[in-house]
């Protein structure tokens, strides 16, 4: 049905505490990415994946990391969340033609 | 590096107004470009592309040429409505990386006012 899907959509956080962000894609792309969203800053970069295990550093990989065990999932962790991690998250996947499919979102806040 | 600079940060127009978005890449060897476009609430989308130069790529009735000699990808569309409201980010790929890795601008919010 070409749809990513991410979870949760909404989370707030205190400072500290572990964050989990997941996706999903129904395509069997072998890529997917995770970037933030910034008033101003446009889509940056966390990690890119390009197939199960076989994850490599985006722009901004500091203060994250990544798992991925299954073509169709792909996990963004954020170990002692910090109040300048507040931001929108968007996963994406494609099939490297440069047309990326992105999820809606994941908005967390870190209190 | 690769980059691509979107001059106008935020553009307002009227319905039926006439839109030009600005977009220029920097890139070693020939990119392929890119338009994507994000409604509120919603993730970004394809919206076309274009791979050599001269060459126009279209979509919901917006459209882009590939300037290589002034190096642009400008977004065009002869008549705006209020539901073109959106984010629309220009990006190229291909260039000194793969296709996989995208550069993005940083983004040009449209406001459509009826």
């Known amino acids: 049905d070409m749809k990513v899907t991410q979870m949760p959509r909404y989370l707030i956080k205190r400072m500290g505490e572990n964050v989990l962000l997941e996706c999903g894609q129904d395509m069997s792309h072998e890529t997917m990415y995770w970037y933030r969203q910034d008033p101003g800053l446009g889509l940056q970069l966390i990690y890119i994946s390009y197939d199960v295990d076989s994850n490599s550093e985006g722009d901004i990989p500091k203060g994250y990391r990544v798992s991925r065990k299954k073509r169709e999932h792909f996990s963004l962790i954020l170990d002692s969340a910090k109040t300048n991690q507040t931001s929108v998250y968007f996963c994406?996947?494609?099939?490297?033609?440069?047309?990326?499919?992105f999820g809606e979102g994941s908005k967390l806040t870190v209190l | 590096g690769d980059s691509v600079t979107q001059t106008e940060g935020q553009v307002a127009l009227s319905e039926e107004d006439f839109l030009t978005i600005h977009c220029n890449y920097s890139a070693s060897g020939y990119p392929a470009l890119f338009w994507y476009v994000q409604y509120p609430g919603e993730g970004p989308q394809f919206l076309f592309r274009a791979s050599r130069d001269k060459e126009k790529g279209s979509s919901r009735g917006f459209e882009a040429t590939y300037n290589k000699e002034t190096t642009s990808f400008h977004l065009q569309k002869a008549s705006v409505q209020e539901s073109d409201s959106a984010v629309y980010y220009c990006?190229?790929?291909?260039?000194?990386?793969?296709?996989?890795?995208?550069?993005f601008g940083q983004g040009t919010s449209l406001s459509v006012v009826p």
């Open positions: 990006a190229l790929g291909g260039a000194s990386s793969s296709f996989s890795k995208l550069v």
């Open positions: 994406a996947s494609s099939v490297n033609t440069g047309q990326l499919y």
